[in-house]
């Protein structure tokens, strides 16, 4: 449990806070890689600083070693050890060896190194005296009459300074490194805050803005922030677009359905006190028609706002035009639309594939229908088929089609003709057209000599 609390702490971090934090952590795992590299350097630059002064001295007692009746002497140089004693806390072994393997002076248990394979100089790690030891062994030869042969001489201190000077670089490394850790990190935080004014600004803009403004921000800000604005501007034209349906089925729900409803109400009010058998019974038919037509255009406008809506929050998948014509012809809706009128579905064998929602198809495809059922002359046709290049998904009656004057208003909800007598045309064109649109198609409307097509057009999908 604590640790989700944590968690969800750390998801509560500002951006700034995150991208410190995540420098902070790059800068503390470089400050232990270069604490190591200092470490390193420093035993390193100790090891080769005290080993020239241990050379020195082992030279100064070679230079010191004379040849007296044959035998080898040492006169010890008090300069030999002066150099050393500059680690006062380190303990100093020296051993000269003579030709013939005997101690010359020196303590004897200091040991000589295991191999030195014909070298004059020789460095070795041993122990002395329960302490750790380094030792630096110089070979001087001797051709003399009397005496020829080999003398060795080792000298060797404990490794106490060598640590700690190796330590003293290694905290003044970090240090510096601190110093220079604290500084980037707070300039890092600087830029980083400098950086992402540009987020504070759009911040500040939503704040500010009308929850009723729905219009795209401004895209002028850096590249990172700017894919976030035109995300922002997408989600809010898909929103807009969903308040639009609803806006637009809320204004025709109380433009269209006050009219029909107040009529229904005073015809079955005429009806209730209707003494006249002939006289009631008309007027109870005209109430069905009314009712008939009334759930007609809410069946439009429930289906015009599932479109909308469908649109922007189904994801497209590759449809066969024909069986969306096939589930709208099966689906027998005509039947109940016009009793007795003769539709026919005509498709072929190759397959129409699009791009597209098949629900959103269908429901288009079953408007087109249904216009054409109502104001086309049968017989009706419904298909699919493929044109230059694209898929048709069309429904074909026998009349002329609507008046020009229909063309010219763009599939507008109820839009009327000049000879429809006060009949509109409903949301049949203007579904369609949404959902050809929606798909990167249009709905076209093709009078011909052999009757009138509605036909969204919508391009060809290769089949995976």
């Known amino acids: 449990m604590r640790m989700i609390r944590r968690v969800r702490a750390l998801r509560r971090l500002s951006l700034t806070s995150r991208v410190t934090l995540a420098f902070a952590a790059l800068l503390i795992l470089s400050g232990i890689f270069v604490s190591l590299a200092a470490f390193a350097y420093g035993r390193q630059a100790a090891r080769e600083a005290y080993d020239r002064l241990l050379v020195g001295a082992a030279r100064d007692i070679a230079a010191s070693v004379t040849v007296q009746d044959g035998r080898a002497v040492v006169d010890l140089p008090v300069s030999a050890f002066e150099l050393l004693a500059l680690a006062p806390d380190d303990r100093i072994a020296y051993r000269v060896i003579g030709p013939n393997g005997d101690t010359l002076t020196g303590f004897d248990d200091v040991s000589p190194p295991s191999a030195t394979r014909g070298a004059t100089l020789v460095y070795y790690d041993a122990p002395f005296l329960g302490e750790t030891a380094r030792y630096a062994a110089l070979t001087r030869r001797f051709a003399e009459r009397s005496l020829s042969g080999t003398v060795q001489v080792i000298v060797g201190q404990t490794v106490r300074a060598r640590e700690a000077l190796a330590l003293d670089l290694t905290r003044k490394a970090l240090l510096a490194l601190g110093l220079f850790g604290a500084v980037l990190l707070a300039l890092a935080w600087l830029v980083l805050r400098q950086a992402l004014k540009p987020l504070d600004?759009?911040?500040?803009?939503?704040?500010?803005?009308?929850?009723?403004?729905?219009?795209?921000?401004?895209?002028?800000?850096?590249?990172?922030?700017?894919?976030?604005?035109?995300?922002?501007?997408?989600?809010?034209?898909?929103?807009?677009?969903?308040?639009?349906?609803?806006?637009?089925?809320?204004?025709?729900?109380?433009?269209?359905?006050?009219?029909?409803?107040?009529?229904?109400?005073?015809?079955?009010?005429?009806?209730?006190?209707?003494?006249?058998?002939?006289?009631?019974?008309?007027?109870?038919?005209?109430?069905?028609?009314?009712?008939?037509?009334?759930?007609?255009?809410?069946?439009?406008?429930?289906?015009?706002?599932?479109?909308?809506?469908?649109?922007?929050?189904?994801?497209?998948?590759?449809?066969?035009?024909?069986?969306?014509?096939?589930?709208?012809?099966?689906?027998?809706?005509?039947?109940?639309?016009?009793?007795?009128?003769?539709?026919?579905?005509?498709?072929?064998?190759?397959?129409?594939?699009?791009?597209?929602?098949?629900?959103?198809?269908?429901?288009?495809?079953?408007?087109?229908?249904?216009?054409?059922?109502?104001?086309?002359?049968?017989?009706?046709?419904?298909?699919?088929?493929?044109?230059?290049?694209h898929g048709l998904l069309w429904v074909k009656d026998a009349g002329p089609g609507p008046a020009e004057d229909m063309h010219a208003q763009g599939f507008d909800r109820f839009a009327r003709t000049a000879a429809s007598k006060g009949d509109s045309a409903g949301l049949g064109l203007s579904i369609a057209a949404a959902v050809a649109e929606a798909f990167d198609g249009r709905l076209e409307l093709a009078p011909g000599p052999d009757g009138f097509r509605a036909a969204l057009i919508l391009p060809l999908q290769e089949v995976h």
Do not use: C, W
């Open 201 to 389: 600004r759009i911040g500040a803009t939503l704040t500010t803005r009308d929850p009723y403004d729905l219009t795209p921000m401004d895209p002028d800000a850096p590249r990172e922030a700017a894919v976030m604005i035109e995300a922002l501007n997408g989600f809010m034209a898909r929103l807009d677009r969903q308040m639009g349906a609803m806006r637009s089925l809320i204004s025709d729900t109380a433009h269209q359905l006050r009219t029909p409803v107040a009529a229904l109400r005073a015809q079955a009010d005429l009806a209730a006190d209707e003494p006249d058998e002939d006289r009631r019974r008309a007027l109870v038919e005209r109430i069905h028609r009314r009712s008939v037509a009334l759930g007609r255009l809410l069946d439009q406008m429930l289906s015009r706002a599932l479109v909308i809506h469908r649109i922007d929050s189904v994801r497209r998948e590759q449809v066969d035009l024909r069986d969306v014509a096939l589930v709208v012809f099966e689906a027998g809706d005509h039947t109940l639309l016009a009793p007795g009128a003769e539709v026919r579905l005509d498709i072929g064998a190759d397959p129409v594939t699009v791009l597209g929602d098949p629900l959103s198809l269908a429901e288009a495809a079953r408007n087109l229908l249904g216009n054409a059922l109502k104001h086309g002359q049968a017989p009706v046709r419904i298909g699919a088929s493929q044109e230059a290049g």
